[in-house]
């Protein structure tokens, strides 16, 4: 399988750990990695929903996609579990990003309160969202292995996907450029 490397993924930078503003800035992009995996599982979910019909059409997309997106992450993972199996280990690793997505949401800043008020605290803050970032970016790109796989049957290859997203860019460069009338 050829690995999607259209869609930018977050690198890491390296922290300063002198701002603590810089811990929000993390999350944020923690946040972020957890949206592509999820968005991604979004496109394996509605993929397997119509492999095998010969022209799904826009409207039966779309509503995949708009029932898709009313699950939690952990329904959509049971459902595609019972529509596919995944390697025990990406399996395993799922179920990690649906812990570590939970807890980031969820108990993350309850639970470092007080690490907020240390530098100390701040530092093993963004250590630990640095890991859950790194912990997204091994498992997305598996996920959008496997959703590729089904998408291009249907035209949607990782060239065709580029070209769009380059003409979206080259739009919204224009939109920018152009003066206010």
């Given at each position: 399988m050829t690995k999607f490397t259209t869609r930018r993924r977050p690198q890491i930078p390296e922290p300063d750990y002198d701002d603590p503003k810089e811990i929000y800035a993390f999350f944020g992009l923690t946040v972020y990695s957890v949206q592509l995996l999820e968005q991604g599982l979004l496109n394996l979910l509605v993929g397997l929903r119509i492999l095998g019909k010969l022209m799904p059409t826009w409207d039966d997309i779309r509503r995949l996609?708009?029932?898709?997106?009313?699950k939690t992450l952990g329904q959509i993972l049971s459902t595609l579990g019972k529509l596919t199996p995944f390697d025990p280990i990406l399996e395993d690793q799922l179920d990690e990003a649906l812990n570590k997505r939970n807890y980031l949401i969820h108990h993350f800043f309850v639970e470092h309160s007080e690490s907020l008020l240390s530098?100390?605290?701040?530092?093993?803050?963004?250590?630990?969202?640095?890991?859950?970032?790194?912990?997204?970016k091994v498992v997305d790109p598996q996920v959008d292995d496997l959703w590729l796989a089904i998408w291009s049957k249907y035209?949607?290859?990782?060239?065709?996907?580029?070209?769009?997203?380059?003409?979206?860019?080259?739009?919204?460069?224009?939109?920018?450029?152009a003066p206010d009338l």
């Open positions: 996609y708009e029932k898709a997106d009313r530098a100390v605290g701040r530092r093993k803050m963004i250590d630990e969202l640095t890991e859950i970032i790194a912990l997204f035209g949607f290859s990782e060239e065709r996907i580029e070209r769009e997203l380059q003409e979206v860019k080259r739009v919204l460069d224009l939109k920018a450029s």
